[in-house]
């Protein structure tokens, strides 16, 4: 498939289980960050066609770091993770520019609908 998608996740169990669901529906190149600053860093050195990125996460929040990555590159494709009763967190990052978000804790044939809704 040729995509590269980044996923941000500051539970090394949840980076896991998104890259085998992903892996396993042909996602190969799959890198991951384990918070916003690894996650902007890694955005920066090298293009990513979508991140996947988690809200609650120390150092820097999903919402700081989807605003970075947007500063970086204002097409960039970002969808949101975010347990339940973050509702109000996920309409700030819809009006930041996410495309979509996945609510905790989420089904792998979600994650799979979003990820090729949004690379198609």
């Known amino acids: 498939m040729g ?16 890259k085998d669901v992903l892996s396993k529906n ?24 979508l991140v996947i990125l988690d809200i609650t996460m120390p150092n820097m929040d999903g919402l700081e770091a989807l605003k970075r990555i947007k500063g970086i590159d204002a097409s960039s494709r970002v969808v949101m993770c975010s347990a339940m009763g973050q509702e109000s967190m996920v309409v700030d990052a819809i009006k930041l520019g996410a495309l979509d ?3 905790k804790p989420f089904k792998p044939d979600r994650i799979i609908q979003t990820v090729k809704n949004i690379l198609g």
């Open 3 to 18: 995509k590269k998608i980044l996923v941000v996740d500051d539970a090394a169990f949840m980076r896991l289980m998104i």
């Open 26 to 49: 042909g996602y190969a190149e799959i890198e991951e960050a384990g918070d916003g600053e690894l996650a902007v860093a890694a955005y920066q050195a090298g293009h990513h066609d």
């Open 101 to 103: 978000f996945i609510v």
